[in-house]
């Protein structure tokens, strides 16, 4: 059965492949035989560090780390796009520039809807002090 030149292209990915696939191979039988395997009581603690664990292992992290990390990956993403695009805006024209617009838009859309909602207040919540003004009722009771 004769090569194709599209099938010939795609003979170095194949080989790449399966070096790489190999190679995984060979570093877990490795990892598996030259390993001690032995179970230890140290293996059991959450630090191999020489330093005893004090407390739980099991808390609860704040809510703010997760927006942060939520925000970063959201936010890393669409630089990654934005960065594509610019490198690209000249073969892209008027449409490249209309689809970025665009993208950027619904993500501020989302910022703002975001913030209204109070997704962005991670602090604690500022008391506002309100007078009120209390008017002396004794006239009206002291009639009864």
């Given at each position: 059965m004769p090569v194709t030149a599209q099938q010939a292209e795609l003979i170095?990915?194949?080989?790449?492949?399966?070096?790489?696939?190999?190679?995984i191979f060979v570093l877990l039988l490795a990892?598996?035989?030259?390993?001690s395997g032995?179970?230890?009581a140290d293996k059991g603690i959450p630090y191999?560090?020489?330093?005893?664990?004090?407390?739980?292992a099991r808390h609860a992290s704040q809510v703010p780390f997760y927006l942060i990390?939520?925000?970063f990956i959201v936010f890393d993403v669409e630089?990654?796009?934005?960065?594509?695009?610019?490198t690209a805006w000249d073969l892209l024209g008027f449409s490249g520039l209309v689809h970025i617009t665009v993208f950027i838009t619904v993500l501020?859309?989302?910022?703002?809807w975001l913030w209204i909602k109070g997704g962005l207040d991670w602090g604690p919540k500022r008391q506002v002090k309100v007078k009120v003004k209390v008017e002396n009722?004794?006239?009206?009771?002291s009639q009864v």
């Open positions: 170095p990915l194949a080989v790449y492949t399966l070096i790489a696939v190999v190679l990892a598996y035989y030259l390993g032995k179970a230890a191999e560090s020489g330093i005893l664990p004090t407390g739980s990390a939520i925000f630089g990654a796009f934005i960065f594509t695009w610019a501020l859309l989302g910022l703002v009722d004794s006239k009206r009771y």
